[in-house]
């Protein structure tokens, strides 16, 4: 259960849904709209109604494109000349694009220990491209640097609003398209789209129930949602690299607290398993992050069961060779 459940709740949370609504407008159109498939034969094996909303058919191969393009009408705006943000991939590539489109530099910051795929294609929509430190924790922190010293705008994923915002728009799709939803499960990292998704169903479809899911090797803001205070973690453990964070936002966990019915924590063979099942029965190829929804039905079928399941594919920035060991090699072994 979440901690707060009246609508008066929902005026402790940052998000609006006017801004929202008008975030729709100053994202590109290839980000908007996107396919909520019903997916028959997945959820046949699943044992529940399975739609997925395919956040993956845009220039950069994932959801931040939504917030990336409204963070970057805000800095237009404000007569900002560069953007910085830390990223350990998909951010960076949707605020590369962004940027480009609106004629501003930008400077993503990111981990030694990035995806490199991730990292070529930010390189090839035109940012600059800095390494530093072995995680998002270490990056963020030379990003409010360079910020500093160079006058630039600061994008702090999950903390700045209009990453939520952007992100929220899914949430005003998901509720037009199928009202009758019973459960959305939603990838859960520094918590953009989780808190933006959530806050517009409860806001508008009070009746779904609204679950984050997170690796058990990235649980930090998990637990702090069901400790109901931040809590830090030592290390990443998890292929899951869109959603593995250490440091919960105080500001963004106090969103979560409101907004989520509850946290589920699934494990790296589920989410592997979450990916084969999205590539034989829906035939698309996913990151790890994408697939955290699926890997909880799968390590809890009694509980969706019956039920109108959505699930958000966040993205499928991966690269051939971490495919084909994770989903395409184990499936070979087992004949399929």
């Known amino acids: 259960m979440r901690y707060f459940i009246t609508m008066n709740a929902l005026d ?3 998000l609006r849904l006017d801004r929202i609504h008008a975030a729709v407008g100053q994202i590109d159109r290839s980000f908007l709209d996107t396919p909520a498939l019903p997916c028959a034969p997945l959820g046949r094996a699943l044992g529940c109604s399975m739609t997925l909303k395919v956040e993956t058919l845009n220039p ?15 800095a237009g705006e404000q007569g900002v000349s560069r953007m910085v ?4 991939g998909n951010l960076g590539q949707a605020l590369a694009y962004s940027g480009s489109r609106r004629g501003l530099g930008v400077t993503v910051v990111a981990a030694t220990t990035a995806n490199p795929l991730k990292l070529d294609r930010i390189a090839a929509l035109g940012a600059d491209v800095r390494l530093e430190g072995e995680d998002i924790e270490d990056a963020r922190l030379l990003a409010g640097q360079i910020a ?3 006058g630039a705008y600061l994008v702090e994923d999950s903390l700045d609003l209009a990453t939520c915002e952007g992100a929220a728009t899914i949430g005003l799709e998901l509720v037009r398209d199928d009202p009758a939803l019973d459960v959305v499960l939603v990838a859960l990292g520094g918590g953009a789209m989780a808190s933006g998704v959530a806050y517009v169903l409860r806001a508008l479809a009070e009746h779904v ?10 649980p930090a803001m998990a637990q702090s949602w069901r400790r109901g205070t931040v809590v830090e973690t030592d290390r990443i453990e998890t292929i899951a690299d869109g959603v593995a964070g250490r440091c919960p936002i105080p500001e963004v966990l106090d969103d979560l607290l409101v907004v989520l019915d509850d946290v589920a924590l699934v494990g790296e063979d589920s989410i592997k398993a979450g990916m084969r099942a999205l590539y034989e029965h829906a035939g698309l190829v996913v990151e790890p992050s994408a697939a955290l929804g699926i890997a909880a039905v799968l390590e809890q079928p009694e509980r969706f069961a019956g039920r109108r399941v959505a699930t958000i594919l966040c993205g499928s920035n991966v690269g051939p060779d971490d495919f084909a060991r994770w989903v395409l090699e184990p499936a070979a072994r087992l004949g399929r």
């Open 85 to 88: 943000c830390a990223s350990a």
């Open 148 to 150: 500093e010293a160079d």
């Open 12 to 14: 402790r949370v940052r």
């Open 209 to 218: 129930e609204v679950i984050g899911v997170q690796p058990v090797g990235a």
């Open 60 to 74: 950069v191969r994932s959801f931040k494109g939504r917030g990336a393009e409204t963070v970057a009408a805000l």
